[in-house]
């Protein structure tokens, strides 16, 4: 009776692990331009064995101060893009997801005892967060944000600080690959508070605050390991304080509710409220947590794993626990499952095709593939005209200096909005000096500054297909044209 439910709960693990990265098949998340200037600034760090300090991809920033501060994420995609072409990117994305479900429900299972629960808990965290596909350094903060906050919750329950011995490490990593690095301190400190306020109420936490302050302080000079030393605290300010991003970008906005999924995670936010509200304790960790995650996913959209995994964590600790259905397999059926996933996640690969000469395909009707082979082909040189959102793909297929990308810090709000204004066709667009000074201008075909080019005679248009237009300056079209 035990082998059968045990080898019915490795089953149902194995389907829980493979959901997710099905549902990553259906999307395209390699198109995501902002991945190509990550691997062009990999490139350029594993070419001179040294970070950048100046900008050396944009026209904008040409010896303007600049910071790779995602630069071992930037080496570890190119790494994956060289080994293994477009199909590399997917590999990275599906192997970040399965890491995130194995740690979201190791967390889990670690607070509730239920199988049923944890499954179902996990399978919800999942699903709202389907819209992180893309191979992006996020990732790492969602996968670390979630093994910190396992190590404390285990530490604060069971009081033994060496538990912790392991977050230096963490931040040491995480430092050098994403700057949400900052979200772990937030726990942290508010484990110090909890701690600091048990001195004068009965609170869970068995951890003294002396032992946190060792800790954080441990942790602090863990982020000291890295090429920027303390400027890595001035970058996270500058991204932080930044406007335009946060207005502009759709990744920064806040969840727009048109999605059945937005929708869940309001729901779990309000369940883990009520089950705080109804806990027959003083829950001040879980609660400054479960606030801090509210303001922070609701303002930005690309942060909504806070609050997803912080409302998964307080619903499992709280909920009621079952007596008999509690999870059965032992540490080494764990990892046979997660390998007999990675089994299964070769043969879908197989199965459905997912190789380079397809990707390229689905690149090009995302991307200005085509205009840039079209590009090099001619010979056509700058300066480059090109909008917000493609910069970083021209930036990594082109090898022009771009106008703009997606590296948001290096410009300011003024050039940033100048920038869509102009691509809006909004008023002065034409006088834009970046636009008058330009040899070659690419862009969407249905952009509005696309449809007013076919009307300027400053312009010819030499390339057009479905996705991109290629506009050269019309003084310089005849001298290419003899090449």
Known sequence: MVR???????????????????WSFRTAGFVDPDVWWHMRSGEWVLQHHAVPHTDPFSSFGAGRPWSAYNWLFDVIILNFYERFGLTGLVVYSTGMILLFVVLLHRLIRHLQEDFTIGILLTLVACYCLTGLDSPRSWWVSVNFFVLELDILMLARKSGKARQLAWLPLIFALWVNLHTEFVFGFILL??????????????????IRPQQWVIITALCLVATLVNPYGWGIYRIVFQLATQQFPMYKVIDFQPLAFRSLSDFVVLFLAILAAAALARAKRIALFESAVLAFAVVMSFRSQRDTFLVVVIACAILALELKKGSENHF???????????????????????????????????????LPANAVTFVKAK???????????????????????????????????????????????????SSDPDLVRAGLVIGPVGSALTQLLRMDPRFKLVFEDKV????????????????
């Open 379 to 429: 010979g056509y040189s700058g300066p480059l005209f090109n909008d917000f959102a493609w910069g970083g793909y021209l930036m990594w297929d082109l090898r022009l200096p771009v106008m703009i990308d997606g590296r948001a810090p290096l410009y300011d709000d003024g050039y940033l909005d100048r920038s869509l204004a102009t691509w809006s066709g909004g008023p002065g667009w």
């Open 189 to 206: 400190f508010l484990a110090f508070a909890e701690s600091l306020a048990g001195q004068r109420i009965k609170l869970e936490s068995r």
């Open 328 to 366: 059965r397999l032992k540490s080494p059926a764990v990892v046979s499952v997660i390998a007999a996933t990675g089994v299964a996640v070769a043969l879908v690969f197989r199965a459905t095709h997912v190789d380079n000469a397809r990707m390229q395909m689905i690149l090009a009707d995302h």
């Open 468 to 483: 991109a237009a290629v506009f050269v300056a019309a003084k310089d079209v005849s001298g290419n044209a003899d090449k």
């Open 4 to 22: 059968g439910a045990q080898w019915a709960q490795a089953g149902i693990l194995l389907l829980l692990y493979l959901a997710p990265i099905l």
